[in-house]
């Protein structure tokens, strides 16, 4: 009996998942990549091809949400909260929690092109139609997102080593960057379920909140 009282408990488990470098894009990369998709989004307004648009909004999503691939394949056009007094992406995310994903100025207004550019094409824009539809209307798989992002990838000229999920990693660590180290709202924003996870991006905890999304990307 005194044997098994006085037997040491296992030690717990160390939070081993580590974010470098590598799983993140840098600036020189995002500009990049935006300036191939601004190029191919005038393309596709001139010869009406609506997969450049869409492909162009999927990489703005990524860099300034930082959702999942999974969540932003499964938007609706009524998870944009965009009128005069909100800004801000409402979903169900990781675990089935709703979560509500704070946007900047700049890309709400992208947000608002993006549904313009969707019925100027003919598209649906009403509360239940998917956001990033396929050229038949509907719900786009993961699997096509990270093709399209491959594509926008090779030419930029980009290594070819990131995944669409990439595009998560480096807006969590420039929103840090922007926020003087604000893991709790970074945490809020990415949905994660413990700050462990947040803190795999560095830093120290500071509160600068939504004046941060401003200076994403300067």
Same mark, same amino acid.
């Given at each position: 009996?005194?044997?098994?009282?006085?037997?040491?408990?296992?030690?717990?488990?160390?939070?081993?998942?580590?974010? =470098?470098?590598?799983?993140?894009?840098?600036?020189?990369?995002?500009?990049?990549?935006?300036?191939?998709?601004?190029? =191919?989004?005038?393309? !596709?307004?001139?010869?009406?091809?609506?997969?450049?648009?869409?492909?162009?909004?999927? &990489?703005?999503?990524?860099?300034?949400?930082?959702?999942?691939?999974?969540?932003?394949?499964?938007?609706?056009?009524?998870?944009? &909260?965009? =009128?005069?007094?909100?800004?801000?992406?409402?979903?169900?995310?990781? !675990?089935?929690?709703? /979560?509500?994903?704070?946007?900047?100025?700049?890309?709400?207004?992208?947000?608002?092109?993006?549904?313009?550019?969707?019925?100027?094409?003919?598209?649906?824009?009403?509360?239940?139609?998917? &956001?990033?539809?396929?050229?038949?209307?509907?719900?786009?798989?993961?699997?096509?997102?990270?093709?399209?992002?491959?594509?926008?990838?090779?030419?930029?000229?980009?290594? /070819?080593?990131?995944?669409?999920?990439?595009? /998560?990693?480096?807006?969590?660590?420039?929103?840090?960057?922007?926020?003087?180290?604000?893991?709790?709202?970074?945490?809020?924003?990415? !949905?994660?379920?413990?700050?462990?996870?947040?803190?795999?991006?560095?830093?120290?905890?500071?509160?600068?909140?939504?004046?941060?999304?401003?200076?994403?990307?300067?």
């Amino acid at each position: 009996m005194k044997s098994e009282l006085f037997k040491k408990k296992g030690k717990k488990k160390s939070f081993g998942w580590v974010i =470098d470098e590598s799983k993140c894009l840098s600036i020189n990369e995002v500009k990049k990549l935006r300036y191939v998709c601004n190029e =191919d989004r005038n393309i !596709g307004m001139g010869k009406r091809r609506f997969s450049l648009l869409r492909n162009w909004f999927m &990489l703005e999503l990524g860099l300034e949400a930082g959702l999942r691939v999974q969540e932003m394949a499964a938007l609706r056009c009524s998870s944009l &909260l965009i =009128d005069t007094k909100r800004s801000s992406i409402v979903l169900i995310g990781k !675990g089935n929690k709703k /979560r509500a994903v704070w946007i900047n100025s700049k890309f709400k207004k992208t947000c608002e092109l993006f549904l313009k550019y969707k019925k100027d094409f003919g598209y649906s824009i009403n509360a239940e139609d998917f &956001l990033l539809n396929n050229l038949k209307g509907e719900m786009i798989t993961k699997r096509a997102l990270q093709k399209f992002f491959g594509n926008i990838v090779r030419k930029a000229n980009v290594s /070819r080593r990131y995944s669409i999920h990439c595009l /998560r990693h480096t807006y969590a660590t420039f929103l840090l960057d922007a926020s003087n180290n604000n893991y709790r709202f970074v945490q809020k924003q990415l !949905g994660h379920s413990s700050i462990r996870t947040t803190q795999t991006y560095a830093g120290v905890i500071d509160s600068k909140g939504r004046k941060a999304l401003e200076k994403l990307y300067e």
